[in-house]
């Protein structure tokens, strides 16, 4: 099987599998938000996690799983975000090197990453820029209302499915948020320290 090999040769993103992996788990994490059962979702991810871990070639034919999997625990540490909308609109891979330093995972999480990194670093690559993007989806004011704000000329259709490069509009806005990210709720600085600093 020559995917591994074909895939540690990849240099160019596939957005348009990355707007599919968007869609789709934005569409399943949407399902699963019940305030009636705010813990559905958070079950689910867990079993998804553990299926994942022993099989992650599942991903061949449920890929949407990762991001949904890793929804919530994946933090983009300041200064990333440019060089996530870079990417998104030059369609330009990174290395390796460079995408662990723009991701930080949660620890409970690193076995499944690194399971899925040993099976495919191009899927594990692509579940973080559909991560990326769900972060711009929870950022947009406009969102889940269906009416466009006059202060803005983007709204969801455009990252799902023409413009997936209209992620670098919100660069300057990334901008002034990472000037905050360390004020930002919930956000642990922890997670600026969890990467693969000990793999060779």
Known sequence: MN????????????LTRIRALHTDARDNIDSY?????????????????AVLLSAPDMLESVPEYLPMALFGQVKFPPGSGAKWNQWLSTGKQPSWDEFKVAVAFNNADLPLVKAVRAYSEDRLIEACAALYLLTLDKAMPTQKTGHADSDHDIDDDNIDDDNIDSAADYEERDHYDDEDADDEEGYDDQYDEIRFNQEN
């Open 3 to 14: 995917f591994m090999h074909e895939a540690s040769m990849a240099t160019k993103l596939n």
């Open 33 to 49: 938000s019940d305030p009636e059962n705010p813990k559905a979702l958070e079950r689910f991810t867990s079993k998804m996690k």
